[in-house]
């Protein structure tokens, strides 16, 4: 598989930053990509970053909807699987969201962020509700891939389940701002999730400095055995494209040594 992370910042005017994401699109088919990513909320500024910002509400769509028919019309394009990120209404409520688009276009389901935070400048509790659609994996053209969006990545349960799940590669769709966390932590978090459970995974982040927040880029793919295998550029946009071998996630030390001795019968539901 061969995976590009778009790494974006997002501008004031919803239809450019769109059509920034179809033209990331086409750089990522034109690199030979058989999967594209992309940031969270990619399509706005940071609206949580502000306790109460006027019209968020009216910023979320259904999917299937105005946009995501986009995505996945271009999908089917470029015949490149797509993992993007918006604001979702469903059912009366919002939700911080990624659709997952197959080669051809299809919509193969949406995962939606499970745990919701609230802290300074992270006011997600007040445009979020909890995702209730469990930790899916979809198999794509291009492999096994499963969704942890931004906060999620920080449960190991969770990701435990997309790798219960059979993930060959867990997309990270995040919002990380400069200096948030001690250095290294981003990095050691997922590398370390990658390596207990056997699977590629690849953080998008965003990018650029916004009102209350600047967004540090520096998107990274982690292999299997927790190896870094490339960094996005730091304060810029970026399009990362590694390639990857899935037949190493069979091979990995999690496969085919640490799960062999699992009790799940202990560990309860959640944990499998």
Known sequence: MRIALAQQAAGPD?????????????????????????????LYRFFPQHEQFAGARELAEPIP?????????KSRELGLVTVFNMYEAADGERFDSSPVFDAD?????VTRMVHITDYACFHERAYYAPGNCGAPVYATQAGRVGVAI???????????ALGVGG?????IPQAGALDEWPEGMYEAEVRTAAFQNGYFAALCNRVGQEERLTFAGESFIVDPVGKILA??????EDLLVVDLDLAQCAASPARTLFWQDRRPELYGDWLL
Do not use: Q
């Open 150 to 160: 931004c906060y999620d990545r920080h449960y190991p349960e969770y990701m435990r």
């Open 231 to 236: 960094t996005g550029k730091r304060l810029e």
């Open 105 to 109: 276009g299809s919509l193969l389901g």
């Open 167 to 171: 993930a060959e590669l867990v997309v």
């Open 14 to 42: 919803t239809r450019e930053n769109l059509d920034r994401a179809l033209a990331a699109m086409e750089a990522a088919g034109n690199a030979g990509a058989d999967l594209v990513a992309f940031p969270e909320i990619v």
């Open 65 to 73: 909807g105005p946009t995501a028919d986009r995505i996945a019309a």
